[in-house]
């Protein structure tokens, strides 16, 4: 999950290096990529591609997809870091959603934790004035809907190889988003292509790390792990895009360290 942290770090940092192509266009490039990637990879090993619980893994596909979309259209129009944050509220809507789906068992002490860290989100976003608030609905709506992936991913830990959920992904996203591109195309240029192919790789690699870790460990931690995106997000943001934040901004990234080291130790 670490690993997979990283890699999608890398990947937030390269969408956001080309603010000039919409968003569902780079989810259509990065789709296709993905796509092509795990269907070689699933026929090398001669595992059905379309696997067995189909229902389950559209619904994951169609999660996936509408989470995916909301985060990239925040990634582009609000700071680095404050995209990321809003986000990973996905682990608390993970943690609820998975006691009903996978009838996982939450210590009550965990959702004090988990408030912890919700509190520090609202305290980042509530100072950050660069965030209006129809940026920060699609976000929650994204969060929300990859909360609802990643417990369909745990439903399916025991019928379905990982590289079977990853094809539905950009299986049920490349029609909506080739619809979508077509009315706000922008033609890529010179290293925008280099950068496309780096947030397909990045990508591909970061969702099976993810994947894994979600069959194979509790949710609740796992999900908690998740949070520390939010520092490599502060990193890349600064270093790379300049993005400066203030002291109270910060008191918000530290409660929600807080929120994640007492969820993972205790």
């Known amino acids: 999950m670490l690993l ?17 192509i919409p968003a569902i266009e780079i989810i259509l490039f990065r789709s296709v990529f993905s796509l092509v990637i795990t269907f070689l990879a699933l026929r090398r090993q001669s595992i059905p591609v379309f696997g067995k619980n189909k229902k389950l893994l559209i619904l994951r596909g169609m999660a996936g997809s509408i989470g995916l979309i909301g985060f990239f259209y925040t990634l582009q129009t609000i700071p680095l870091a404050s995209a990321v944050t809003i986000n990973y509220l996905g682990p608390i809507f993970t943690t609820i959603l998975g006691i009903f789906i996978v009838k996982e068992k939450v210590k009550s002490r965990q959702f004090l934790y988990f408030g912890l860290s919700f509190a520090g989100v609202m305290v980042i976003e509530g100072f950050d004035p660069r965030i209006g608030m129809f940026d920060l ?26 590289l079977v959920i990853m094809f539905y992904f950009p299986f049920i996203t490349i029609p909506v988003a080739t619809v ?3 009315f706000v195309w922008v033609d890529p240029v010179g290293w925008d292509w280099a950068i496309l192919l780096a947030v397909g790789l990045l990508t591909q690699f970061a969702q099976y790390f993810m994947t894994l870790a ?33 002291l109270v901004v910060f008191l918000g990234m530290i409660l929600v360290l807080i929120g994640v080291v007492l969820n993972i130790f205790k």
């Open 4 to 20: 997979a942290g990283i890699l999608f770090s890398l990947m937030n940092v390269s969408v956001k290096l080309i603010p000039h």
């Open 214 to 246: 979600y069959q194979n460990a509790q949710l609740s931690k796992i999900a908690s792990l998740s949070y520390l995106g939010i520092f490599y997000a502060l990193f890349f943001g600064f270093f790379v895009f300049g993005e400066t934040y203030s």
């Open 180 to 182: 979508a591109s077509y």
């Open 137 to 162: 609905g699609v976000g929650l709506v994204a969060a929300m809907a990859m909360g609802l992936a990643y417990n369909i991913i745990r439903k399916l830990n025991t019928t379905e190889h990982p």
